[in-house]
């Protein structure tokens, strides 16, 4: 890299810790990161990701405690419903989130202000957790498949059974869900489903 280069990078740098700094001066200190939950009370949100966003809460204990599926009729809709899920979720210590582009930004952000550990993963990643190869062959299949192992998740875990249809993103959170954790060690293996 040439010296103007390196200059430049270095510029942009202090620009942007210079705003990050001017940002929080004067901010009281963020509560949720000087206190946050202890161990026995941190829950794990798993979110599929779209204007159809999926959702799925796992207890301190490993189980799926409650899920559904949320409708945004838009991006800037989506980014404003992304505060308010985490705000009324119990404690967090994790989300999980299937999916990318700018509103994984919002949800990061999110996780960060609030001192959630924060992954974001692929599909491929729950899936070879926790469905055979057979069942993988391609993307419709696995939609498939996951709506049936969602609903044994939602037996064993003796969460509520849906009302009507399962939808895939849900279905697919809860999998997400069970996948972060096993990783996080609130299991320490997959259940018999």
Request: aromatic letters at 4%; a positive charge; zero cysteines.
């Amino acid at each position: 890299m040439s010296q103007r280069a390196d200059r430049h990078h270095r510029r942009n740098d202090r620009k942007k810790r210079g705003k990050a700094e001017e940002e929080t001066r004067g901010r009281p200190p963020n509560p949720v990161l000087l206190n946050p939950p202890p161990p026995s009370e941190r829950h794990l949100l798993a979110v599929d990701m779209g204007l159809r966003t999926g959702l799925a809460i796992f207890g301190p204990d490993g189980r799926l405690k409650s899920y559904r599926s949320k409708h945004f009729g838009s991006i800037s809709e989506l980014r404003k419903g992304v505060s308010n899920i985490v705000r009324e979720a119990p404690p967090l210590g994790w989300i999980w989130l299937e999916g990318g582009g700018d509103i994984a930004e919002v949800w990061a952000k999110h996780a960060a202000h609030r001192g959630i550990e924060f992954r974001q993963v692929h599909a491929a990643a729950w899936r070879e957790t926790l469905m055979l190869p057979r069942q993988q062959r391609s993307g419709e299949i696995a939609k498939k498949e996951a709506d049936g192992l969602a609903r044994r998740v939602i037996a064993w875990a003796g969460a509520p059974r849906p009302k009507g249809d399962l939808r895939h993103d849900a279905a697919e959170a809860i999998l997400l869900g069970l996948h972060g954790a096993l990783q996080v060690n609130l299991l320490d293996r997959v259940p018999k489903v």
